[in-house]
């Protein structure tokens, strides 16, 4: 059974920074996509960020480019979103995902997802 369990969320002033973590179990994903997703309420749901599991190569979407950065553990099969100088727009759930297609942007290319953590960023 495939599992993306995210963690790591929290509540953070405005400038600061977060580590979330996305822990996968249940297959290999050593060729998949793994990306970071995030929803704010009443919003639809946005790309953040991307990686090639097996090259590194990484995405992001413009708004987070130079504040955020995804990694992997390949020891621990874990991916993370290092995100700084957080801003309120920032507020969101945060989703893991994973794909077994190159690298994408488009939420509906995803096939396993996680449960989501929230993160809020005050002012």
């Known amino acids: 059974q495939v599992q993306l369990v995210e963690s790591g969320g929290g509540l953070v002033q405005a400038g600061g920074s977060l580590r979330l973590s996305c822990a996968a179990s249940?297959?290999?994903?050593?060729?998949?996509?793994m990306g970071w997703f995030r929803q704010a309420p009443g919003k639809e749901r946005e790309f953040v960020a991307a990686?090639?599991?097996?090259?590194?190569?990484?995405y992001y979407a413009d708004s987070v480019k130079d504040r955020f950065t995804i990694s992997r553990d390949n020891a621990r099969n874990t991916v993370y979103l290092q995100m700084n100088g957080l801003k309120p727009e920032d507020t969101a759930v945060y989703y893991c995902?994973?794909?077994?297609?190159?690298?994408?942007?488009?939420?509906?290319?995803?096939?396993?997802w996680g449960q989501g953590t929230q993160v809020t960023v005050s002012s």
């Open positions: 995902a994973a794909t077994p297609q190159g690298v994408t942007r488009s939420s509906r290319d995803y096939i396993y």
């Open positions: 249940g297959r290999t994903f050593s060729s998949y996509t």
């Open positions: 990686m090639s599991w097996r090259h590194g190569s990484t």
